[in-house]
Nanobody
């Protein structure tokens, strides 16, 4: 049984930082991608970033480049989203996701191309 469990969300002032974690279990890790998405009220779920589990290559949405980073830790089967210089528009529920297989460039940003999802963690940035 696949499980993705996010943690680390909370309330932070604009300009502050948070680190989200996603602990994964039950996955066959060799070729998968792990992604982060977010969804604000009344909006569609949007891509934040992704990491190739095998290579460690990372991909970030333009809106967060230079502020957010993604990393993975083999020993803990965990993916992190380090968020710095947070803005009020970063307020959303953040979701961790995993694919069952390799994703090509165009697929990495697509919600339907991910097979497993966590329950989400709320990030609120106050201005």
């Amino acid at each position: 049984q696949v499980q993705l469990v996010e943690s680390g969300g909370g309330l932070v002032s604009a300009g502050g930082s948070l680190r989200l974690s996603c602990a994964a279990s039950g996955l066959t890790f060799s070729r998968i991608f792990m992604g982060w998405f977010r969804q604000a009220p009344g909006t569609e779920r949007e891509f934040v970033g992704a990491v190739s589990w095998s290579s460690g290559s990372t991909y970030l949405a333009d809106s967060v480049k230079g502020r957010f980073t993604i990393s993975r830790e083999y020993a803990k089967n965990t993916v992190y989203l380090q968020m710095n210089s947070l803005k009020s528009e970063d307020t959303a529920v953040y979701y961790c996701a995993a694919s069952r297989q390799f994703l090509f460039t165009a697929q990495r940003m697509n919600v339907p191309d991910y097979d497993y999802w966590g329950q989400g963690t709320q990030v609120t940035v106050s201005s």
